[in-house]
């Protein structure tokens, strides 16, 4: 069965500070890997998937994420973080036969003055 | 083109009550999937439509049950709620490679 593993419950940082959030999946069968966001009282946002191809991706507020399929993982970075990125960061894997999503259980980011 | 809406917001019911919770999909999209996130978790997949009929579904019982409409749209029903029915009820909506699905912004169930 796939499975989402994300190391990190909480991860505080101060503002401009870089920032890595882990996460590694367990699958037998090709992925779809995706990055969600979910702020405060709020749904999920998208914030960058990988489906194929390059296995860099990028979002267009500055964070990236990359597919290593040697060490199952498809950790986000990114280089300069803002108050407004303070949220829960949900890494999930498309699985199952109808592709249905399977998530980790979050990483809290929050960003210090 | 509009997104993901789901009606109620917020929603306080009683143990043993019944609850529907109503989702509108995206423009285009035809699939449209609902999961539960307990507080504190991640979102656990209950189940999908795709044409109106149920299409998969996650280990949830029976008393959790849906309907999709010919405009995409779907419902949640929950009957015999107990307390750790409690949580936000998310609808996310695909088209038919389901490739992408994008969320709603949820309803918050609070059974007491």
């Known amino acids: 069965a796939q499975s989402v593993t994300q190391l990190d419950s909480q991860v505080p940082v101060f503002e401009e500070a870089p920032v890595e959030l882990r996460c590694n999946y367990s699958?037998?069968?090709?992925?779809?890997l995706f990055w969600y966001v979910q702020y405060p009282n709020q749904g999920l946002q998208l914030l960058l998937k990988?489906?194929?191809?390059?296995?860099l991706v990028k979002s267009i507020n500055g964070f990236e994420a990359e597919f290593n399929k040697s060490q199952t993982s498809f950790h986000l970075r990114k280089p300069s973080v803002h108050i407004s990125d303070t949220a829960e960061y949900f890494c999930a894997v498309r699985g199952g036969s109808q592709g249905n999503l399977i998530f980790g259980k979050g990483t809290k980011l929050s960003v210090k003055p | 083109e509009t997104g993901v809406t789901q009606s109620p917001t917020h929603l306080i019911k009683t143990r043993g009550q019944q609850v529907t919770l109503r989702c509108s999909s995206q423009?285009?999209?035809?699939?449209v999937s609902w999961y539960q996130q307990a507080l504190g978790q991640g979102p656990q997949f209950i189940f999908q439509y795709y044409r109106e009929e149920e299409n998969g579904r996650g280990n949830f019982p029976p008393r959790f049950s849906g309907l999709q409409f010919p405009n995409y749209s779907s419902e949640l029903n929950v009957n015999a709620l107990e307390l750790d029915d409690s949580a936000l009820y998310l609808c996310a909506s695909s088209s038919t490679n389901q490739e992408t699905q994008y969320f709603g912004p949820g309803t918050r169930l609070l059974v007491l």
């Open positions: 699958s037998s069968v090709s992925v779809y």
């Open positions: 423009s285009g999209h035809n699939t």
């Open positions: 990988y489906l194929s191809g390059s296995t």
